[in-house]
């Protein structure tokens, strides 16, 4: 069975495992007769589809022996096309199917999309349907429900004919639902309603509607009830699909005339001028595809009349109404057979009552006196009666009398007649008077589909979804669906659409990562892809852009890309020491840092080179300071003049200006004079402060 959209009310069945086997997953669908569910066989692991009849049904006795009779007749069927039956039985007096499950969707559906079809497309999809029922006709049974609902179309694109569960063998007599023929108004076959025999060529007749509405997307027949429908299928033929096509002013492509000429021969009503059975339709139906292929839809006038069904000798099934005869003649009152006889008590003669011709005289002689007396009866003179009863009523007096006999059997009749009329309309309320049909109503709007469900006695109640393919305020989908027969009164719900479903995008730039996903997850968004980036002006963590811009109105769940600062940029840190300040500064600043450089005397370092850098390695961000010192080369102090100073001063003087003296006597005499005579370097050099001076003494 097909995987349906069902609104999701609660089914008491949902969870039930069925003769300790089938386990009831969801509900898919509900027809008139059942609901389908999708279901899980326990002992062989597999999703199966259960279709479970109404308990009202399952309470009768004759049905469920016809039901259950049938059921094994259709699990016979073994072919590609045909949706198999795999198991049947009884669960809480409720008979079930247990059939294969189609994953994919109905007919229906893909009408309701894409019709009118192209004749190729139509014959595509009719040929294996048709072929299921040759299959089916072979093996002497009647589908007797062909409809799109009935035909699902798995996501492969394979098409199956479901519910043969429900199939009668021809040789079978039909099989009713309390009184009610079973099968689909809107393709129903004329013989049905006039006599109840279905055949194989009734399930041709539904199949040829069921390709007409393919290929002009309407049904070929209408009405306010199923019983109006019915009456068109037995008294209106359907019209050509080419000429539907035209009244709607459809322009897209053309019907050759053997395409319309072989819905005339499914759909004929006379089921003698109809083809035969599935068979014979299969290899018409492939001989018309095959055509279509070879002229690319050029009319075939030949192959045409070919197609086209003969009449039958017997003619229309629509009999004329025969003309009313004339009016009976009234037999003579008592008084008017006495004045015939000559008003004695002689005997009353006997006539002969013929009804007279239009315009001759009613002639006294001939109507009174022109008569032969008849004798009594010698036999009955003086004779007493058979038997003797005490009668129950003395006192009543029945009249024996000609007239008052006639007027008796004509009250009588008029007794039975109203007593069966009755009965028949009892028989009809109780049985299908009481019901009424769910109106298909989806892609109108809600003031149409209350009008249409007031019409048809059904109530209503209203909830609103989101669509993105029906326009706000149009009906998406109804439960019960379309078509679904259910009591007068009772209530249908309307799912209104509200349009598509859109969130508006909220500001997210500039807010922490975090808050930005709050904020979309709170307004039904998603977070998608977060991009990392480094920012020299956004501080960590920071979204600094999104994929869609505040406002925007988005669906659902759409994901909203992210990028989030990291942050500046990490740099390198390389490491001057003992290199020239000048380039240390000059390649720092390049790199992006902020360079300070301190000068500082250095007894070690050479001047103009760098004594130390701050930080010395690792990274920092752009803009960070770095500091250099830079080596002054030592402290320089010059040699003071001490000339003619004595040695001790001279000593003294040097010593305090930071230099360390050595003293040289420079003299030949014996006895110096301890008197300064200069040094070495001469004064006036710069040295480095604790530099050696030679201090000369003569």
Known sequence: METAFMNSTYDPLVGHVLDERYEILAKLARGGMATVYRARDLRLMRTIAVKIMRRDLGEDDDFAAKFDHEARAAATLNHPAVVGVFDQGTAQGQPYIVMEFVEGETLRRRISREAPLRPEKALELIEPVVAALACAHESGLVHRDIKPENVLISTRGQVKVADFGLARLMTSPQMTAT??????????????????????????????????????????????????????????????????????????????????????????????????????????????????????GRDNPVLAAQLRPHPSVPGDLTQPIQPRPDARPRPLADGELQAAAGGGNGPVEARAWHPLSPGSPASPALTRNA????????????????????????????????????????????????????????????????????PSVTQVSEAAARKAADVNNVGVDTVTAYSEDVAAGLVISTDPGGGTRILRGDTMTLVISLGPERFGMPKVVGSSLDEARAALESTNLAVGTVTETFSDDVAAGVVMSASQEPGTALKRDTPIDLTVSKGPEPIAIEAFVYRPATTAKTQLEKAGFTVKVTPENSDTVTKGLVISQTPASGTGRRGDTITLVESLGPVMVEIPDVKYKSTEEATRILESAGLVVEVENVTGFPLPSQLAVGTRPPPGTSVPDGSTVVLLVA
């Open 179 to 296: 009184g009610v023929l079973v099968g689909t108004a809107s393709y129903l076959p004329p013989e049905l309603v006039t006599h109840s025999r279905p055949d194989s060529r009734s399930d041709v007749y539904s199949a040829g509607v069921v390709l007409f509405e393919m290929l002009t997307g309407k049904k070929p027949h209408t009405g306010e009830n199923n019983y109006q429908i019915a009456y068109a299928h037995v008294n209106v033929d359907i019209e050509k699909p080419s000429a539907t096509l035209a009244e709607v002013g459809h322009s897209g492509w053309r019907i050759p005339d053997y395409v319309d000429a072989l819905v005339e021969a499914c759909t004929a009503r006379d089921p003698d001028s109809r083809l035969f059975d599935g068979r014979v339709m299969l290899e018409r139906v492939r001989q018309v595809r095959k055509e279509l292929l070879a002229t690319g």
């Open 371 to 438: 008569r032969q007396p008849i004798a009594p009866n010698p036999e009955d003179s003086g004779r007493q009666p058979r038997m003797h009863r005490t009668p129950v009523f003395p006192n009543l007096h029945i009249s024996q009398n000609p007239v008052h006999r006639r007027r008796r059997g004509v009250l009588l009749l008029l007794l039975v007649l109203l007593v069966t009329a009755g009965a028949g309309v009892g028989s009809w309320w109780f049985t299908a008077g009481r019901f009424t049909t769910v």
